[in-house]
């Protein structure tokens, strides 16, 4: 099936694929011959896709994770680059200081 339209048959079996029998996406590509993308794409065309739960119930950005990150350890983080080795020399010398301030100095 990989590059044709889909028929109004494939459609129905997309759907009953996906939400009765709840395939996975990579398997219903599998199925049709299709890459995942182009599933998840005629699911949402369809009005059937869910987007599936995230694991990680406390989602974080970069940006908040930094802020956290200078409030803990009572520094400043020149933007968000963590490569950067100013700010991880930082990150560093504010980790020995709350670990010497709590007695677990190395």
């Known amino acids: ?9 494939d459609e ?20 049709f011959g299709k890459k995942p ?7 949402v065309q369809l009005k059937v896709y869910q987007k599936p739960e995230d694991d990680k119930p406390d989602k974080r950005s970069v940006k908040s994770m930094v802020i956290e990150l200078e409030k803990i350890l009572g520094i400043e983080i020149e933007g968000l680059n963590l490569t950067k080795k ?21």
């Open 1 to 9: 099936m990989n590059g044709k339209a889909w028929s109004p048959e």
């Open 12 to 31: 129905l079996e997309l759907i009953k694929l996906y939400t009765e029998e709840e395939l996975d996406v990579v398997d219903i590509a599998e199925h």
């Open 37 to 43: 993308r182009s599933i998840i794409s005629k699911l």
């Open 86 to 106: 100013s700010n991880l020399e930082k990150v560093v010398d504010g980790i020995k200081i709350k670990l010497q301030q709590s007695g677990n100095s190395k």
